[in-house]
């Protein structure tokens, strides 16, 4: 019985293993910005653009009646439907290995039948290959690379004897050429346009984290000091006077305190939101620091910016916010300063920041705008 137990165990251990060999990782998913995924993306396009090709293939060596050469094609192309497959479900460098291993055996293939008919040029792009496909043995990339080199010079050397031997009509080895050397340049200027889109999203992606503030979205501190910048040259073209709204959230340090931190990014995420809905599409807002919010009106009065910040004051005091099935009251404070050319950044600012505090001190939930 003990024997029948663990031969159990063992089948059953067994069956678990070949029922996950296809199961696809997470770090697959679109959502998330990895390498894994941008791997995966790049090499399911050279996958399937090496299986397109390799069909086109069988359909050319049909035509001109190379039988063998074209049933190898018919394989070649379903181990690329199997790299895909491999690829789909996280055998990553199980693909990369099936891909090498084909490649070169059909380069080997097509130069020993056809002679200089330029498939030795597909040495070109598996070489950049090796610089853009993340590999995460060193020694696989090393190896490849030798190989690749090794290969490519021992062809070149032999390939005037091997073209002596070819049956094929000279028409034909010359139609050849020219496809693979436009097949050629075809992966590489695909490979240099798929990692240009890269770098460029991936500096998108940079300017992004470097401007914005994490919890709320908005723009942080040092993105909103290039917004003031801006109104302020705009200021010296047009002499359009611009508001500048410091709001800051009423007892936050107790929300903090009492209902924890996890409350306290809720309430800054909701009033992050309540801003921006109460705002003109022209306006931004952006997060100071901790509670504090920072608001630019351009080409704003005083009065007109005054009144902005009570209906943002209004809006976020009459919002029930919901967290974890209760509702809490939130309420905010507000200084207004307007820019004029006798003001600097650092003064438009403070002097909201002033008003800001008269504000606190006058009991909190209002607005002062106060002119010099």
Known sequence: MVKNHHKDDYLSGLIDRLTSVFHRPLTLHPDLPSEYYRRFVFVNYIYFSSFVAHVLFWFIFEVIHAEDMALFSLVTAAVYLFCILLNFKGFYTTGIVFFAIEINLFILMCVFTFGDAGFHYFFFP??????????????????????????????????????????????????????????????????????????????????????????????????????????????????????????????????????????????????????????????????WGGEEFLVVLPETTLEKGDKVAEKIRTVIASSPFSFRGKKYSVTMSFGVSVYDHAMTMDDVINKADECLYIAKGAGRNRVVALKE
């Not at 190896?143 to 073209?163: D, H, K, Q, R």
């Not at 889109?197 to 503030?213: M, S």
């Open 126 to 287: 598996i070489f950049s290959l090796l610089f853009l496909i993340s590999i995460d043995q060193p020694i696989f990339r090393i190896v490849w690379a030798i190989v690749e080199c090794v290969l490519f010079g021992v062809l070149s050397y032999y390939l005037p004897e091997i073209s002596k031997k070819n049956e094929f009509d000279p028409y034909i080895i010359d139609f050849l050429r020219v496809l693979n050397t436009y097949l050629s340049f075809f992966f590489l200027g695909f490979a240099g346009y798929y990692y240009s889109q890269y770098a460029l999203k991936a500096e998108n992606l940079l300017r992004k984290i470097a401007t914005t503030d994490s919890l709320t979205g908005l723009s942080n501190r040092r993105d909103f000091i290039n917004k003031i910048k801006n109104e302020m040259a705009r200021f010296d073209r047009n002499n359009k006077p611009f508001t500048v709204v410091m709001g800051d959230i009423d007892h936050f340090k107790k929300c903090n305190d009492t209902f924890g931190h996890d409350f306290g990014d809720f309430v800054i995420q909701r009033t992050a939101q309540l801003m921006v809905s109460s705002l003109r599409q022209q306006d931004f807002v952006g997060r």
